[in-house]
């Protein structure tokens, strides 16, 4: 016989074409529609599960069993394979639903710079695959304790401290820019003077403050004598202040107590110290303590016209004494010899000196 739907020659015996795999006798129509024996509901000619409630169809099952080929092992276990089939394949989507919901949420718990491993499809063994990510996290952790700074060990850390190093770079930058503080003083009539304050920059020098200020009543000298009422002219550096309280600037500041003094007597070791009640001895001497505690000063600056004003011995005898620039709350006039600005002004240079850019004290002729 032929197949009727391509015209295959085929043996009196065939049930499927050999070409086209189409049944060689059609199944008989049936004049009744097929129902679901479990729910009811309608189904099609070739229907195998409900559509409804998939309840398996036993006549489908033993329609089917009975037109399997003569030489297949068993119908119906080709039949329970496609059913089994179907079934895996709607439980390997199921499976793989789930992994992918997994591994986003996953994915989206990781910070940024963490590797994804859950989100990198790969054919290599899952153990392996979990060794090398260990391996990752482990070279990240110890990238960066050795990145870490060694705060316990600092005796190992010989130059590795880009900080300082950043910090030492800028304080030379600073002194490139920024050169020796002077400050001028520039007579004007007997007893008066005008203080400037001036630092260089970048080799020029720029007007930084300004102020009136007091000298002595008999104008400057170049050969001063202790008691000539005259202001030493020269350039002297400038080593330190003292007070009360701690003013805000950048030289170094000595604190009075009620042991200080100021030696005036050129015969004595201590001639132009700052020094105590004790060390003076017998001495002639000035009470600074009580000068500052009575009101008459707030901050007085110690330049080297004579001596450095602390090591005995280092001032000349009969060369004038106590010739520093004071800050003074009352009104400015003429002095025996030293300098004097008001309180407000005296603190406002003090905040601009600073001993890293040697500042001077410089009195011209007058």
Not at 53 to 78: F, M, V, W
Not at 221 to 240: H, I, N, Q
Request: proline share 6%; aromatic share 8%; hydrophobic share 30%.
């Amino acid at each position: 016989m032929k197949c009727p739907n391509c015209g295959q020659s085929l043996s009196d015996t065939a049930q499927f074409c050999s070409k086209c795999g189409q049944p060689v006798h059609p199944a008989p129509q049936k004049n009744e529609k097929r129902k679901c024996p479990n729910c009811g509901y309608p189904l099609s000619e070739d229907a195998m599960f409900c559509n409804n409630c998939g309840q398996l169809i036993e006549d489908q099952l033993s329609e089917q069993e009975s037109q399997a080929e003569p030489g297949q092992k068993d119908g119906g276990n080709i039949l329970r394979s496609r059913r089994g089939h179907k079934i895996a394949a709607i439980i390997a989507v199921v499976v793989i639903a789930v992994f992918a919901v997994t591994a986003a949420a996953v994915f989206l718990k990781q910070p940024a710079e963490e590797p994804v491993a859950a989100s990198q499809t790969r054919e290599e063994d899952p153990e392996q695959e979990a060794a090398e990510i260990n391996s990752k996290w482990e070279q990240q952790e110890q990238n960066a304790m050795e990145a870490e700074p060694e705060k316990q060990q600092p005796e190992e850390k010989e130059n590795a401290e880009p900080s300082s190093d950043q910090e030492s770079s800028e304080a030379v930058q600073v002194q490139e820019e920024w050169g020796q503080q002077e400050i001028l003083i520039s007579p004007k009539e007997a007893g008066k003077a005008v203080l400037t304050l001036r630092q260089k920059y970048q080799g020029v020098w720029t007007t930084l403050f300004e102020c009136e200020a007091a000298i002595g009543r008999n104008g400057t000298t170049a050969t001063p004598a202790e008691g000539d009422g005259k202001t030493p002219e020269g350039t002297f550096p400038v080593l330190f202040c003292y007070g009360l309280e701690q003013p805000q600037t950048g030289i170094p500041f000595i604190q009075l107590s009620s042991e200080h003094v100021w030696v005036d007597d050129s015969e004595s070791e201590y001639y132009n110290c700052l020094t105590t009640r004790e060390q003076a001895g017998d001495a002639s001497f000035e009470d600074t303590y009580s000068q500052f505690v009575r009101g008459y000063y707030s901050c007085n600056i110690f330049f080297a016209n004579n001596g450095d004003g602390q090591t005995p011995g280092k001032a000349t005898p009969g060369m004038g004494s106590v010739r520093v620039l004071e800050g003074y709350t009352k009104q400015l006039e003429p002095t025996n010899g030293d300098i004097k600005i008001s309180a407000d002004n005296m603190q406002a240079l003090l905040e601009f000196l600073n001993e890293k850019y040697s500042p001077v004290v410089t009195v011209s002729a007058g």
